[in-house]
Structure formats: structure tokens, C-alpha cells
């Protein structure tokens, strides 16, 4: 099935910026709406952002408000995380999801709302 692969992740200082990769393996990557989640050492997987199938709606958790981006470019089966002014709290695995949208649900908040997963990408926060 679908396989989703993230890039971009590293080490940086507070203040800096990172962008985020996520790029997808099947064919039918424009059918999917896609999210962001994070999870640092001792702690649950959070959400971060979701992005709709065209990228006509996004969603940011409130603790990313204003500093992070999320985008798509279908043409190219890949969704983007702009993360700008970054906080040590930021400092976590970041993982990219596809949602099919074929259950009928539309929980974008929730990881179990997500049909694949990345493996994950570091980002680490130095003060």
C-alpha cells in the first residue's frame, strides 16, 4: 500500500527554521488528506497540522499557531512542514499521515484517524 517517507528533519537553534518533507509512493496521493504529528521522549503522539486533499483547508494546533506552515504540491506526492522560530519544546519525532478518508470519519486531530505512516523524522531544538 501507500508508503510515506519523511526528510528535513535536524539539529538547530532556537530561533531557526526547518522545513519538513513527506513524500508518497502510490498514485493516488491527491485523494488523501494529510497530517502532521509529533512525539517527544515520554510523551503521547501529538497533533501538529492537517492539510485537506487540495489544500484548499489547514489546521494547526494551537501550540504551532503562527510559526508553522503546512502545504501540499499534489503533482509532486508530497506535503510540507514549515516550521519557523523554533522552540527547544518543539524538539521531537516528527511523522508525516495519510488519511484515505474511507472510513467516513474525519477526526483529524486523532492518530487513529490515519491510514499510513512515516517513519518519522528527528528534530531537535538546542537553546
Known amino acids: 500500500q501507500e508508503q510515506l517517507v519523511e526528510s528535513g528533519g535536524g539539529l538547530v537553534q532556537a530561533g531557526e527554521s526547518l522545513r519538513l518533507s513527506c513524500t508518497a509512493s502510490g498514485r493516488t496521493f491527491s485523494s488523501y488528506s494529510m497530517g502532521w504529528f509529533r512525539q517527544a521522549p515520554g510523551k503521547e503522539r501529538d497533533f501538529v497540522a492537517h492539510i485537506t486533499q487540495s489544500g484548499e483547508s489547514t489546521y494547526y494546533a494551537e501550540s504551532v499557531k503562527g510559526r508553522f506552515t503546512i502545504s501540499r504540491d499534489n503533482a509532486k506526492s508530497t506535503v510540507y512542514l514549515q516550521m519557523n522560530n523554533l522552540k527547544p519544546e518543539d524538539t521531537a519525532v516528527y511523522y508525516c499521515?495519510?488519511?484515505?478518508?474511507?472510513?467516513?470519519?474525519?477526526?483529524?486531530?486523532?492518530?487513529?484517524?490515519?491510514?499510513?505512516w512515516g517513519q518519522g523524522t528527528q528534530v531537535t531544538v538546542s537553546s
Open positions: 499521515a495519510a488519511d484515505s478518508l474511507l472510513s467516513g470519519s474525519y477526526y483529524y486531530t486523532s492518530l487513529y484517524e490515519y491510514d499510513f
